[in-house]
Nanobody, 125 residues
Framework: QVQLVESGGGLVQAGGSLRLSCEVSGSTVNWNRLGWYRQGPGKQRELVASVGSSRIKNYSDSVKGRFTISRDNAKNIVYLQMNNLKPEDTAVYYC???????????????????WGQGTQVTVSS
């Protein structure tokens, strides 16, 4: 059974830093993409950053230059280093693991997403 366990959230003042970690267990298959999403109060869940198996990284415009995503394939851990935090970064942050597998000879692809339980990040002004 696939499990994603996040850690590293907390309360920090504006301008501070936090590092989130997410350990993915229960599968020996390489993940196509690992990422972080967040959901602020009264908002929809949004992508923060992701990193593919080829290590290509993608960031939302709101965090570019401040956040850095990285992954340790050997340990199946994905990190999110968050610097220069702002009050608008306050949200529950969710780890995501995405897998795309060819399931038959026609090339049909099955895509599956797994989620962590979320970790709260609160940035005070």
């Amino acid at each position: 059974q696939v499990q994603l366990v996040e850690s590293g959230g907390g309360l920090v003042q504006a301008g501070g830093s936090l590092r989130l970690s997410c350990e993915v267990s229960g599968s020996t298959v390489n993940w196509n993409r690992l990422g972080w999403y967040r959901q602020g109060p009264g908002k929809q869940r949004e992508l923060v950053a992701s990193v593919g198996s080829s290590r290509i990284k993608n960031y939302s415009d709101s965090v570019k230059g401040r956040f850095t995503i990285s992954r340790d394939n050997a340990k199946n851990i994905v990190y999110l280093q968050m610097n220069n935090l702002k009050p608008e970064d306050t949200a529950v942050y969710y780890c995501n693991a995405h897998r795309a597998v060819v399931v038959d000879s026609s090339g049909k692809i099955q895509q599956t997403d797994y989620w962590g339980q979320g970790t709260q990040v609160t940035v005070s002004s």
